[in-house]
């Protein structure tokens, strides 16, 4: 499957503990994007990265919620000391170049998340 | 006002139907327009993307934009039971936020 990978499907965490998602883009796409998406809201923007830099966390918490792309490996989301309202479907999504070039994007399929 | 309004329905339709889609929007800066179909547990899968204003057509698919009244449409035709999903429009200008409807929620009935 070349599609863009995210990983757990599903993850449950009691309230204080840390959540960490994960996200493999599409091969051969460099840029990441994470939304959330609440039940009857739209998908909001949270973080724009691209290897090794943050290039738009304006839709992110201050707070507790945290985004890396680093050279190797997977896109990580993470959340410390979780809190109820944290609960959400957090999804991935990829494209080969900026959007300012016209991409795109390609969506995972989506961690959900319940804080217990 | 939020930057995009979309109708959350539920919209129900005969199988074969003609379904038409809808969104509108405030920021005249916007200028990528995209289509994306969800499925109940799964990410929003890229339908249609088009560059400001016109159609483009997809097989049963076509985009319509119209910038001048900023409105953003999508057909369906001969509409299968298939096609039954969540359907989101999104949108952006030349930045990297994407802004997306709630999305419309379409039942074809066979």
């Known amino acids: 499957n070349a599609g863009v990978m995210q990983n757990p499907r599903h993850l449950v965490r009691r309230r204080g503990q840390e959540a960490r998602l994960r996200c493999s883009p599409m091969k051969g796409h460099s840029h990441v994007y994470w939304y959330r998406q609440l039940p009857e809201e739209g998908l909001k923007f949270m973080v724009y990265l691209q290897k090794e830099n943050i290039i738009d966390e304006s839709g992110m918490p201050k707070e507790r919620f945290s985004a890396e792309f680093p050279k190797e490996g997977p896109s990580i989301l993470r959340i410390q000391q979780v809190v109820r309202g944290d609960s959400a479907a957090y999804f991935c999504a990829s494209s080969p170049r900026s959007h300012r070039e016209g991409q795109p994007q390609h969506f995972g399929d989506g961690t959900r998340l319940s804080i217990l | ?110």
């Open chain 2, 1 to 110: 006002q939020k930057e995009v309004e979309q109708d959350p329905g539920p919209l129900s339709v005969p199988e074969g139907a003609i379904v038409s889609l809808n969104c509108t929007y405030s920021n005249s800066a916007f200028q990528y327009f995209m289509w994306y179909r969800q499925y109940s547990r799964k990410g929003p899968e890229l339908l249609m993307y088009t560059y400001s204003s016109g159609n483009k057509e997809d097989g049963r698919f076509t985009a319509q934009v119209d910038k001048s009244s900023k409105y953003i449409s999508l057909f369906i035709r001969d509409s299968q039971p298939s096609d039954s999903a969540t359907y989101l429009c999104a949108m952006s200008a030349r930045v990297n936020q994407f802004y997306f409807g709630t999305g419309t929620s379409l039942t074809v009935i066979p």
